[in-house]
């Protein structure tokens, strides 16, 4: 097989119906669904130069696509993993060329199984497009898949060790009471406290599926408000971020914690086969006596039990908490090219044609 790659920048000029049954039978995680590559796209939450998808055709048959997108250094990067771990730093204003978005903790190249020759294909017209779009890097972010990565060691993009994530198997107990009895000790013994304490309180916690009503604002505004403590306050903007949760539709979960009425902690999460992904998470401490992180992740943990979901994503960082809640690491590689770019980057002319057979 010798695949025909095609380049479109606009998710909309992909035939849905081939991408979702592509996704379905990849098995790639809920950062591939159609309505999440939509939102990134439409609701951008680290602003991107161009969106590009990197689609492998079998005749007239869609059986791969890699979704990249061409952003600054400064904008991929905001939590410095990137030049920390591959010594990637932002020299000023360089552009790098990148599959998923940060957002994303589970990348890969979601291909058709008898399509054996699409991820190669794909991942070398990867370099060449960031190439062609003028990026001094090329590479994906966030993997985690085994097989991946040893197809990528060896060749062109280097692997290196990026970050952790935090994931429980669900399926390996009865239910919730069951899970927190198999908590480490510590994490056991204040589970059990903060969940008395939140009892005790007349507080409430709700997973709520959409329509979400006026709750998803506040707590897209708790979620920037959080990360801005550490730093970052662009990770997570309010405004986009509460389209970018609209537009994933079904897919999105927000776990809410109230006390008096008024908006405590919670998690913008995402819900697809048998998964739950906890992806955001807002916490102010000054309003209750229990633990309203905790609580949420209790709260979380609960409706996965009951939705009988068996693998639980709880995100990155906040290594310590994610432990004691009963979370195990699970490394997370980068797979990074340096390119050498021309001088002024080829930026296409909006008059030319959205997609372009790749020679």
């Known amino acids: 097989m010798n695949p025909r790659v095609e380049v479109f920048d606009a998710l909309e000029r992909i035939d849905r119906r081939s991408y979702e049954a592509l996704h379905a039978a990849s098995r790639a995680s809920v950062f591939y669904d159609w309505r999440f590559l939509l ?12 969106n590009l ?4 055709y079998d005749g007239d048959r869609l059986i791969g696509l890699l979704p990249a997108y061409l952003q600054r250094l400064a904008t991929v990067d905001p939590l410095g993993t990137l030049a920390r771990a591959a010594g990637v730093p932002d020299g000023g204003g360089e552009l790098g060329l990148f599959s998923h978005t940060m957002h994303c903790w589970d990348s890969t190249v979601p291909c058709l199984e008898a399509a054996s020759d699409a991820r190669a294909t ?46 429980a198997d669900l399926g390996q107990y009865d239910d919730f009471e069951h899970f ?26 709700r997973v709520l599926a959409p329509p979400f009503g006026d709750v998803l604002e506040p707590l897209c505004e708790l979620c920037m408000r959080t990360t801005a403590r550490r730093g970052t306050p662009h990770y997570f903007p309010a405004g986009p971020l509460a389209g970018f949760v609209r537009l994933c539709g079904e ?26 992904y906890a992806w955001s998470a807002g916490v102010v401490y000054d309003r209750s006596d229990f633990s309203p992180y905790t609580i949420a992740f209790a709260a979380a943990y609960r409706h996965a039990f009951a939705r009988g979901l068996r693998h639980f994503h709880g995100g990155r960082l906040n290594e310590k908490i994610k432990r004691r809640l009963g ?33």
């Not at 998808?53 to 492998?56: E, G, S």
């Not at 060449?128 to 062109?156: F, I, K, Q, S, T």
């Open 39 to 50: 939102a990134v796209e439409r609701s951008p939450l680290l602003p991107a130069l161009k």
């Open 122 to 167: 794909l991942l070398d017209a990867l370099l060449r497009v960031a190439e062609r779009e003028g990026a001094a890097h090329a590479g994906m972010l966030n993997l985690a898949d085994p097989a991946l990565l040893a197809h990528l060691r060896g060749g062109p993009l280097q692997v290196h060790p990026l970050v952790e994530r935090f994931d």
């Open 53 to 56: 998808y990197l689609c492998a």
């Open 180 to 205: 927190v009895g198999e908590l480490p000790p510590d994490g056991r013994t204040e589970m059990r406290r903060q969940l008395r304490k939140f009892e005790a309180s007349g507080a409430s916690a």
């Open 251 to 276: 897919l999105a979960r927000l776990v809410v914690i109230q006390a008096r009425d008024r908006l405590i902690s919670g998690m913008i999460c995402y819900e697809q086969r048998e998964t739950f």
């Open 327 to 359: 979370l195990t690491p699970n490394p997370l590689h980068c797979a990074l090219a340096p390119l050498s770019p021309p001088r002024a980057p080829p930026w296409r002319d909006a008059r030319e044609p959205a997609s372009a057979a790749l020679d």
